[in-house]
């Protein structure tokens, strides 16, 4: 564990009542205009490390997310070495990913609310290393589903641990980038499948991803439990070295974010009734849920899914495995560009950019295979469909995509953040399930253009929903989000 070495009596000490008196005078009150983050923000490194190292975990479920599709042609073939798989055998492969991801939702916020969140870390791998092994080491075709489902159950670990234990760690000036690391891991994780997929054989693919969950462990003991998390569970020295850390030493910075866990860090366990208790935690729980709404049925899973189709529809010459690559490295440069600007732009804009640039891309690609059903000729319009997903995946990938894991992150109350997140992964999960699932039926009951437009009415719902509800958390402290949610009038928090 990485700490700073002090004795009992030191650090009994710092966090005295005396040393808390000093902080109540130092920190700056909460003011009703916001907060302005400081230029220099303490231990910035350290902290951007530890959400790297805790991201890998999204990156390991990216690589499963993204494994079907180089392998599908060879699993599909005669030189299958689980056996030949039907079309309807590998719609499954990536279903029952998302089946394991709901069941995991049931257990991973307990078990980091309980044991804390570097061990929920450690037994996170568990899954993916049982998973990617049954699939490297046994070549049977209903261990491989079984492999699948399994795999699952680590991905929806990741996805509750990961924001969760970053939002812990981060100052609020630098909350918003770190916060999008989740998303970047997971997109590098199928882009990096997507690639190495291409060039190696199956069996190659197979043991490098199996070794990412190793390089983990090892990397994941290097950094320090959630300072939050400790100070909650009445473990004050240690949440203390924890904090000293991330904050690179600073006493005064450490000082006034201990003053803080004071008013709002409880001990205990946590009932599902606390997600609604009061208020701020229904509005939370709302905006929540919605943003996991809008962000599967927007259609981005579906079209990665069906990407070699769309871009066969269209009559592209781009071979489907260089197209899928193709989309990928857009994907993953544009959750990069959030990364970035999420903390100066904002949440909120990127949110409304991405919902109304999205809509607008699926309603031209529906509009295009709407004109091919009706025979006119759409030779020089090829260029249209690919464009149009372009942009579709580059604008999710903006906001839609990282951006409701920052604002989550940021608008639920530390005693009920883990629980409350596995609710809401749990949500989303089960839609993303839905809508890879009814791609192909809409497909076959309303065409290819009532398809898309389908999910275009979903992405403009999203653009409302978050005009009218969902407020801008940029560079404002979480406690002050949450008085705001919990006391002013209306909604318009911005």
């Given amino acids: 564990m990485v700490g700073v070495r002090r004795s009992s009596g030191d650090a009994k000490q710092i966090v005295g009542s005396e040393q808390m008196e000093k902080a109540k005078v130092e920190i700056r009150p909460l003011s009703s205009g916001?907060?302005?983050?400081?230029?220099?923000?303490?231990?910035?490194?350290?902290?951007?490390?530890?959400?790297?190292?805790?991201?890998?975990?999204?990156?390991?479920?990216?690589?499963?997310?993204?494994?079907?599709?180089?392998?599908?042609?060879?699993?599909?073939?005669?030189?299958?070495?689980?056996?030949?798989?039907?079309?309807?055998?590998?719609?499954?492969?990536?279903?029952?990913?998302?089946?394991?991801?709901?069941?995991?939702?049931?257990?991973?916020?307990?078990?980091?609310?309980?044991?804390?969140?570097?061990?929920?870390?450690?037994?996170?791998?568990?899954?993916?290393?049982?998973?990617?092994?049954?699939?490297a080491f046994c070549h049977d075709r209903y261990l491989l589903l079984v492999a699948r489902?399994?795999?699952?159950?680590?991905?929806?670990?990741?996805?509750?641990?990961?924001?969760?234990?970053?939002?812990?760690?981060?100052?609020?000036?630098?909350?918003?980038?770190?916060?999008?690391?989740?998303?970047?891991?997971?997109?590098?994780?199928?882009?990096?499948?997507?690639?190495?997929?291409?060039?190696?054989d199956y069996d190659t693919l197979n043991y490098t991803l199996l070794s990412i969950p190793i390089l983990f462990i090892f990397l994941f003991f290097w950094i320090p439990e959630s300072p939050e998390f400790l100070w909650s569970q009445g473990k004050k020295e240690k949440a203390f070295n924890s904090l000293l850390w991330l904050r690179s030493g600073d006493i005064k910075c450490v000082q006034e974010e201990i003053f803080i866990y004071n008013t709002k860090c409880q001990d205990g366990s946590v009932s599902y009734s606390a997600l609604v208790s009061n208020r701020g935690r229904r509005m939370g729980m709302l905006i929540g849920l919605g943003l996991f709404t809008w962000q599967q049925f927007c259609g981005i899973l579906a079209i990665?899914?069906?990407?070699?189709f769309i871009f066969e529809k269209a009559g592209s010459t781009i071979p489907p495995e260089r197209a899928t690559i193709i989309v990928g490295l857009i994907q993953l440069f544009a959750s990069f560009i959030s990364s970035v600007i999420?903390?100066?732009?904002?949440?909120?804009?990127?949110?409304?950019?991405?919902?109304?640039?999205?809509?607008?891309?699926?309603?031209?690609?529906?509009?295009?295979?709407?004109?091919?059903?009706?025979?006119f000729d759409v030779s020089s319009l090829g260029w249209v469909p690919v464009v149009s997903l372009s942009v579709h995946v580059l604008t999710y990938a903006l906001g839609a995509g990282p951006v409701p894991y920052v604002v989550i992150s940021e608008i639920l109350p530390i005693d009920i953040r883990s629980l409350a997140t596995s609710i809401?992964?749990?949500?989303?999960?089960?839609?993303a399930f839905v809508s890879v699932k009814i791609f192909p039926i809409l497909i076959a009951s309303v065409g290819t253009a009532g398809c898309f437009w389908f999910f275009s009415?979903?992405?403009?719902?999203?653009?409302?929903?978050?005009?009218?509800?969902?407020?801008?958390?940029?560079?404002?402290?979480?406690?002050?989000?949450?008085?705001?949610?919990?006391?002013?009038?209306?909604?318009?928090?911005v």
Wanted: charged share 10%; proline share 5%; glycine share 12%.
């Fill in 34 to 135: 916001g907060y302005i983050p400081p230029k220099v923000v303490p231990g910035r490194g350290r902290q951007a490390l530890a959400a790297a190292i805790v991201s890998i975990l999204a990156f390991i479920f990216g690589t499963s997310v993204g494994w079907p599709s180089p392998v599908q042609p060879l699993l599909q073939s005669d030189k299958s070495p689980v056996g030949k798989l039907s079309a309807e055998d590998v719609s499954w492969l990536a279903s029952l990913t998302f089946l394991g991801g709901i069941t995991g939702t049931f257990i991973w916020s307990r078990i980091a609310d309980r044991f804390g969140r570097k061990f929920c870390g450690y037994s996170v791998t568990v899954p993916f290393l049982v998973g990617l092994g049954l699939i």
């Fill in 342 to 375: 999420v903390d100066r732009s904002g949440r909120k804009i990127l949110l409304l950019v991405s919902y109304m640039f999205m809509g607008l891309a699926l309603t031209s690609i529906g509009t295009y295979f709407y004109l091919d059903s009706l025979s």
């Fill in 424 to 431: 809401i992964v749990l949500w989303g999960t089960s839609l």
């Fill in 149 to 200: 489902f399994i795999n699952g159950l680590g991905g929806s670990g990741a996805l509750i641990l990961s924001p969760t234990y970053i939002s812990e760690v981060a100052t609020d000036s630098v909350r918003g980038a770190l916060g999008s690391f989740v998303i970047l891991g997971l997109n590098a994780g199928i882009v990096f499948a997507y690639s190495l997929g291409a060039v190696v």
């Fill in 304 to 308: 990665l899914s069906y990407t070699s």
């Fill in 457 to 493: 009415v979903f992405c403009f719902a999203g653009f409302l929903f978050t005009w009218s509800l969902v407020p801008e958390t940029k560079g404002i402290p979480l406690q002050e989000i949450l008085q705001r949610l919990n006391g002013c009038r209306g909604i318009d928090l």
